[in-house]
């Protein structure tokens, strides 16, 4: 069984920062793909970006392209996600996830094996 525990949620204004971080407890490298996906209140969950072999191979979500990215230390088994220019609509609860193996669409959250707990960020304009 995989744990994944996010970390570094809370609230920033808009235009602002945020950095989030996902730790497994077993070595991110025996993991295909990690991903963090949001969910808003009300809304379903959906996909924010994606990576693999620390950052070889990274997706993302229209709505993030060019303000958020992923990155990955295998050494310290953690992928983060760099939030800039912060806007409202990026408040939600965001989860980190976990595939083992190989998949098509990374964007599904149904494909996912393993979740986090969920950390909360909050943009207030």
């Known amino acids: 069984q995989v744990q994944l525990v996010e970390s570094g949620g809370g609230s920033v204004q808009a235009g602002g920062s945020r950095r989030l971080s996902c730790a497994a407890s077993?070595?991110?490298?025996?993991?295909?793909?990690m991903a963090w996906f949001r969910q808003a209140p009300g809304k379903e969950r959906e996909f924010v970006t994606a990576?693999?072999?620390?950052?070889?191979?990274?997706w993302y979500a229209d709505s993030v392209k060019g303000r958020f990215t992923a990155s990955g230390d295998n050494a310290k088994n953690t992928v983060y996600l760099q939030m800039n220019s912060l806007k409202s609509e990026d408040t939600a609860v965001y989860y980190c996830?976990?595939?083992?193996?190989?998949?098509?669409?990374?964007?599904?959250?149904?494909?996912?094996?393993?979740w986090g707990q969920g950390t909360q960020v909050t943009v207030s304009s």
């Open positions: 990576i693999r072999g620390s950052g070889h191979d990274t």
């Open positions: 077993t070595r991110t490298s025996s993991i295909y793909v």
């Open positions: 996830a976990g595939r083992l193996h190989f998949i098509v669409d990374v964007t599904r959250p149904d494909y996912y094996d393993y």
